[in-house]
Structure formats: C-alpha cells, structure tokens
C-alpha cells in the first residue's frame, strides 16, 4: 500500500468515525426534522389552495363566470359596490427595474369598484421612477385616480418608511384603508377587493397580509433568493391567522395611522428601518390579528440581474439619510 493509499485510507476513516458520533446524528436528525416540518407545511399549504381553486371552479360551474372576483356573483350588483369603502394605494418608489413597468399596469388595473386612490411616493425627481410612472399615470388618466407624491430626503427613519408616512398624511380624508404595495408587486385585478372583503368581514384585523410567489428569472441570484422565500412562506401560505408580515403587501385600517394607535406612526418614524418588522412587533406586543387570506399570493418576477452586491447597495442607500441623520445628531450632542 502506497503511502498515498493510506493517507486516503486514514482520512475516510476518520470523515466515518466524525459522521457516525453522536453529535453528527444528533445534526442529522434536526436536518430531517427541519425537511418533514417543510414538507407538511407545503403539504398544508396545497391543501388550502387546491380548496380555492375547486370553490372557483364550483362557483363557474354555477353559473359565476366572475368566481375569480368574488365567490358571490351578487356582489358585482351596482347597489352594493357603490357602498364599498375608499382604499388608498401608498407605494414608495426607488428606481426603475425590468419589472417594474408591468408591476405597476397590474396594480393601477384593480377592478375593485370602490373609491379607489394610487399615491405613488418617491425620495425627489431625480429619481427614474418619478418620470415613468408619471408617464404611467397620464397614459390611464381619464380612468385612474393616481398622483405622484415627492417626499423629500428621510431624517429620522429608512426612506421606504418615510415614504409610506408622507403617503398615509397625503391619502384621501375619507379614506378607511390604506394598502401599502412594493413597486415589485404583481396584484391580481381582484386582490383589492378581496383584502378589503376580509376587512370588512372581521374588523378585529389589524394588519392583513400576503407572500409573494418568486418567479426565478434563471440566474444564480434569484434562485438563490427562490429558495431563501420558500420556506418563509409557509407562515402566510396555510391562509388566516398569522405571526407573519411582509411588508410588500400590507393593508390597514387608515384611522390607525390618523389617531396613532399604538404609536404605530412614532414607532415607525422615530428610527424605523423595517416597516414590517417593526409592524409585526407592534402587532405582537398589543396582541393584534395580523391576517393572512388564502389568496393573498402575488407572483413576484425576480430580475435578471440579482447580486450580493446590488442587494448590499439597495441596503445602504435605504438607511443612509438615517445613518446620516443619527451621525449629525451624534455631533450636534458632542459639540454642546
């Protein structure tokens, strides 16, 4: 035996005696508890939507060829939808993507047929996005109650926050929901009024909420953040009660950021970074319902160009008016 056979020899036994200790099994066990975890939740989760689909398809068979709006085709009467309740549409906006064009077309093309308004809020004019979508805007203006909102430079929180506070003081004053939408999200013409429904339905809702379904566009980056969503998923996709929140699709009660309950507009503005997360905390420690409805499922076109260092980039430039505003205040303190 070459001194090289023994070495390789040597080795193998070694990898053998470290995979078969009890620490290695005890790795190997939680490994497959974490994969069966996954299966039933997605097992759960089909079951759900398979439950959906078959109620549509039930509802078509019955003579609703609406079914893909509302499971009651006598929702759609004019008497009824004329009473449906203002929405408000706050989308912060940053920049200007592949997607982003289509994303929008989907969100303004809500066939919801209550009082509908879209507030699109960039940091300055400066930005891409300020021109395309107003460019958007004029193109559906005799049918599209929208506007383009600038909220200046962010001081004291990350600028999607700030973005979403200068929308929510800017919405209509009869306003009784506010939707609060990613510029990456693809709505469904009847998501509005299907989030709306369940607000309507169970007032006790503080915050109701969805998950985006990745659409990988074949680079290494995006099935990267693929498989990262998947499992996350799980928390919104078995439909209802839920500990989860996205922040790309939030829908709340605008009185709620009027009154400030729960200092929920102090929280989020007085050194906010994550608006979902700080939301699920405020939800959490007043015991609210954040809601999760079954087809509250966006499909999510992920670009072509995904990187560590873009989403590093996006990060930065996100919290650097805070970063900036913190580092000021900070000189201010010590120059006294």
Known sequence: MTAMEAAVDAMLAAASRAFTSTFAIAIQIQGCMICLVLALGWAAASIVRKGVIKNMRRNIVDGNSFAFLCDNIDELEHSVQENLPRVSVVMPLKGFG???????????????????????????????????????????????????????????CSQKIHNQLIGVEKMHKDTKYVLFLDDDVRLHPGTIGALTKEMEKNPEIFIQTGYPLDLPSGSLGSYCIYEYHMPCSMGFATGGKTFFLWGGCMMMHADDFRQDRYGIVSG?????YSDDMTLAAIAGQHKRLIFSPPVAVFPHPLASDLSFSRYRKFCIESYAAYLRAVKDKSHSFLSQ
């Open 98 to 156: 592949e997607h982003n064009l289509q994303n929008w077309r989907t969100q303004i093309t809500s066939l919801y047929g209550g009082p509908l308004e879209f507030l699109f809020i960039v940091e300055s004019k400066d930005d891409p996005a300020y021109h395309a979508v107003s460019r958007l805007i004029t193109e559906y203006k005799d049918n599209l109650e929208a506007k383009v909102v600038v909220a200046g430079l962010s001081t004291t």
């Open 268 to 272: 989020l503005r007085d050194g906010g």
